[in-house]
């Protein structure tokens, strides 16, 4: 009697703790938690900051927190987004050759950038999650580049003896003395440049970015290469290499001006899509099982609920602070990971259900059930196990490898919630009816 007392007492505390967990994860997962607030000083300034905080980290359509754990790609609608505003009455031919340019400028750096214009409005959004000062230099400036002559008695630049037609490509490199800002000419460009060199040897040509000095060469006949190029001394590293970024894309058709940054919400309609989706299919599963036997159900709802909530947090931890981020196909190779949880928990539970029908208790039948489909469901998730670990360890820490650790981890927990989980919960339950 006794030992009857304390095996009920530790079957009530094994699932008030799981239920707990459950219930908690599902939340926090959700909605994300902060624990009280606290003032501190950053740089002079009271700033209020959380003791420690829980971010979201099941994708949802609640809120975007859980972006800080989990980045989605920017065309789902995750990245880092600039906003930068042009001059009231811009045409929208304009913004809409100034979006291909910012665009291209932002993918000579990270590429999957994506912009998207509305009335005098350019958003670009870049993968990530910070800011990159980087991108944000190549954004504003227009990209005209010409090349003129310093006048020393009026202390300006003369009229522009070339101009950025001169060159089909622009690069720019750590020399001896410094920057330098190459230029690859094309055949005229070179033919032009000599011209220059003639009337003017010995003296100082200067390249200009949008009225602007950004390099200087003296002229000789030596400084134009076999291979048509020519190198410009820049004052710094920064100017070296916003001047070869935007000369090799296009100069803008109109000023632009960064108004604000920011992460990007993830409202793809892709994205939201996804989710929903999902969120049916779980929703369908839990009331298929449900309808076919309450209790058995019940079970297996608790069983997908908690692998679901479980799968999620691993893939956090496995993918925060990572290069990792989540893109259509690797959105879909999750899909189809919890799917297969969803379905696993499903066989069970409906071979279960036939059993209490046929008049077994419910832990009877949940054991006999698993037996049942136990050997298909481990040979699935094994298959899936042995693929991701495979990609871990043939790919590592690149994005693949990253890949294959979420999918045996999914593949793990649905292991864990029908040999294990569901074994634990049905004994508890049976212990409590002694």
Same mark, same amino acid.
């Given at each position: ?15 008030? +703790?799981?239920?707990? %967990?459950?219930?908690? *994860? +599902? ?17 002079? &300034?009271?700033?209020?900051? $959380? ?23 920017? &065309? ?25 340019? =910012?665009? $291209?400028? %932002? ?51 003369? +009229?522009?003896l070339l101009d950025g037609s001169i060159t ?18 094309? #055949?005229?460009?070179? %033919? ?12 100082? /040509?200067? /390249? ?11 002229l000789y006949d030596g400084i134009i290469t ?29 000023v632009l001006t960064l108004t604000s940054d ?12 996804? =989710? ?45 602070? &990572?290069?990792?981020?989540? &893109? ?34 419910? %832990? +009877? ?16 998730? *094994?298959?899936?196990?042995?693929? *991701? @670990? @495979? ?19 999914? #593949? ?14 049905? $004994? ?7």
């Amino acid at each position: 009697m006794k030992n009857n007392t304390v095996n009920k007492i530790i079957s009530i505390v094994v699932l008030v +703790a799981l239920l707990g %967990a459950t219930v908690f *994860g +599902a939340y926090a997962g959700l909605m994300g938690l902060n624990t009280k607030m606290v003032t501190v000083k950053e740089n002079g &300034t009271d700033v209020q900051k $959380a003791l420690y905080r829980i971010v979201s980290f099941i994708p949802n359509t609640l809120n975007n927190s859980w972006q800080e754990a989990i980045q989605p790609d920017t &065309t789902l609608g995750g990245g880092y987004s600039y906003v930068l505003t042009a001059p009231d009455g811009v045409k929208a031919e304009d913004m809409k050759k100034a979006a291909e340019v =910012i665009r $291209a400028r %932002a993918d000579m750096l990270v590429g999957g950038a994506v912009t998207k214009v509305e009335g005098s409005t350019l958003t670009l959004t870049v993968p990530g999650k910070d800011y990159d000062a980087s991108i944000a230099a190549v954004l504003q400036p227009i990209g005209q580049a010409t090349f003129a002559q310093y006048d020393e008695d009026t202390g300006l630049f003369g +009229a522009a003896l070339l101009d950025g037609s001169i060159t089909d490509g622009t690069y720019y490199y750590m020399g001896e003395n410094g920057y330098n800002i190459q230029l690859h000419l094309t #055949a005229k460009g070179a %033919a032009d440049l000599r011209q220059v060199i003639a009337e003017h040897a010995f003296e100082y /040509l200067y /390249l200009l970015l949008d009225g602007e000095p950004v390099g200087y060469s003296p002229l000789y006949d030596g400084i134009i290469t076999e291979g048509n190029t020519v190198d410009f001394m820049a004052p710094d590293a920064s100017s070296a290499f916003v001047t070869a970024v935007a000369m090799r894309a296009a100069s803008l058709p109109c000023v632009l001006t960064l108004t604000s940054d920011g992460v990007a919400a993830a409202s793809s309609s892709l994205m939201n899509v996804g =989710i929903i989706v999902f969120a049916c299919l779980l929703l369908l599963a839990c009331v298929y099982m449900i309808a076919r036997s309450v209790k058995a159900g019940l079970l297996g709802a608790w069983a997908l609920i908690a692998g679901v909530v479980l799968a999620a947090l691993l893939n956090a931890l496995i993918v925060v602070n &990572t290069i990792w981020v989540v &893109t259509v196909l690797s959105g879909i190779v999750v899909f189809l990971c919890l799917t297969v949880m969803a379905c696993s928990v499903v066989m069970v539970v409906n071979k279960a259900a036939g059993f209490v029908r046929a008049g077994r208790e419910t %832990a +009877a039948s949940v054991s006999a059930a698993i037996s049942k489909n136990g050997k298909l469901v481990a040979l699935v998730n *094994g298959v899936l196990m042995a693929i *991701g @670990l @495979l990609m871990m360890f043939a790919f590592q820490r690149n994005a693949v490898g990253i890949m294959g650790r979420v999918v045996a981890a999914d #593949a793990l927990v649905t292991l864990v919630m029908v040999f294990i989980f569901l074994p634990v919960v049905t $004994a508890c339950i049976k212990s409590l009816r002694k």
